[in-house]
């Protein structure tokens, strides 16, 4: 009797395991068992049951893709700015830097009031939003503006640079 009694608890915590785990599980029956006197086992679906909370996270539900989280939109901050070398000889390179647009946007800088989607130096912002370039100038003397725009943001900035006669006058 001992022997039927733990086999029985074994049988009972074996299918408690295998229920919470989701498993389908189904019981066989003896022919001579009071509920189904045939000739032949059969066998019947046991009910799911919950069970108790699992210790161990839920995975993804199959029924459900898994999407990531909108990436956060872009916000400035603050105006963009260029910053030229203030002056230099005719020849001679100057600094441009450029800061406040959009990480890894196209800028483009050119010699003039606007930064016309054509002509100038086309250069990708940073992470931060900056770019820096040297730039050897064959003009005129005297006070250039230069502007710098950005492709995607549409910001603008702009500079003045005066140039002193150098290598070409």
């Known amino acids: 009797m001992r022997a039927r009694l733990t086999a029985v608890v074994a ?6 395991v ?10 066989e029956e003896h022919p001579s068992s009071p509920t189904h006197p045939t000739t032949h086992p059969t066998t019947r679906p046991l009910p799911l049951t919950t069970g108790p909370a699992s210790p161990y996270p839920k995975g993804p539900d199959p029924e459900r893709p898994v999407t990531s989280p909108p990436p956060t939109p872009w916000v400035p901050k603050g105006p963009a700015t260029l910053v030229g070398c203030g002056s230099h000889a005719s020849g001679h390179a100057c600094t441009f830097r450029g800061y406040g647009f959009k990480p890894g946007e196209r800028v483009r800088l050119t010699r003039g009031t606007s930064a016309a989607d054509v002509g100038g130096h086309v250069f990708t912002a940073d992470k931060n939003g900056g770019f820096r370039t040297d730039l050897v100038s064959n003009t005129p003397s005297g ?9 995607t943001s549409g910001r603008e900035a702009r500079t003045q640079v005066r140039i002193t006669p150098g290598l070409w006058g």
């Open 18 to 27: 295998l229920a919470v785990a989701g498993c389908r599980i189904t019981v």
């Open 11 to 16: 049988a009972a915590a074996t299918t408690a």
């Open 143 to 151: 006070l250039h503006p230069y502007a710098a725009r950005g492709l």
